[in-house]
């Protein structure tokens, strides 16, 4: 079953500006994940929070985890045509080894 | 370089036909997974192994086999592929220290 929940869907950005998605997830984790997968392609492990984490940054990426509210975002700053791309939130539960995914938000970012 | 491979990258069968996608990793992760991908669902776990010769079942194993004899190798068995089975699939291998999945490139397949 999924376990996390992505929104939006869709973004559309113009080059330059931020990009922000969001994930709700279910049940308790270990830790949660942000991949990036480019169209039809494999997926890129970008950044990994722990739940005794709120906060984390890698580069120009941006993760949030409020595990009261079971919920992660993603923040891509100063968004480049190359961050076009669907983005995934994955769950790493705390009571199995399944690595659980949510649908993803597919982002474009327009030159 | 670190990676993992699957083959084919492509195949399109009909109905009833046994295949076998390969999986390996160079990374000696113990920690291998399979996923399937359809749009609107994003991926889906198949089965996972947590080492040599320890296999489970993920969110949705039906339809499928695998096996794990050697570290590197994972390899994913329809018996009997169906129509429903047409998806994108995926296999990851897991750095443990780190918690991250590393996957490959992806198998398309298509039963007609």
């Known amino acids: 079953s999924q376990q996390g929940e992505e929104d939006p869907q869709a973004l559309s950005i113009q080059e330059g500006e931020n990009a922000t998605m969001n994930c709700s997830y279910k049940?308790?984790?270990?830790?949660l994940q942000w991949y990036r997968q480019n169209s039809g392609r494999g997926l890129v492990h970008l950044i990994l929070i722990r739940s005794n984490e709120r906060e984390k940054h890698s580069g120009r990426l941006r993760v949030t985890l409020d595990t009261s509210k079971k919920s992660s975002s993603l923040l891509i700053t100063a968004s480049r045509a190359a961050d076009t791309a669907s983005y995934f939130c994955a769950t790493d539960r705390s009571n199995d080894y399944k690595l659980s995914f949510g649908a993803g938000t597919t982002v474009t970012v327009r030159a | 370089e670190a990676q993992v491979t699957q083959n084919p990258r492509y195949l399109i069968t009909v109905t009833g036909k046994k295949l076998t996608v390969t999986c390996s990793q160079n990374?000696?992760?113990?920690?291998m997974s399979w996923y399937r991908q359809d749009p609107g669902l994003g991926l889906r776990q198949i089965y996972y192994s947590m080492n040599v010769e320890v296999t489970d079942k993920g969110d949705v194993p039906e339809g499928y086999k695998v096996s794990r004899k050697e570290k590197r190798n994972f390899p994913l068995i329809l018996e009997s592929p169906s129509p429903n089975q047409t998806s994108l699939y995926f296999c990851?291998?897991?750095?443990?220290?780190?918690?991250?999945?590393?996957f490959g490139p992806g198998t398309r397949l298509t039963v007609l």
């Open positions: 990374m000696n992760h113990e920690y």
């Open positions: 990851a291998s897991k750095d443990a220290l780190r918690d991250t999945q590393y």
């Open positions: 049940t308790s984790i270990n830790n």
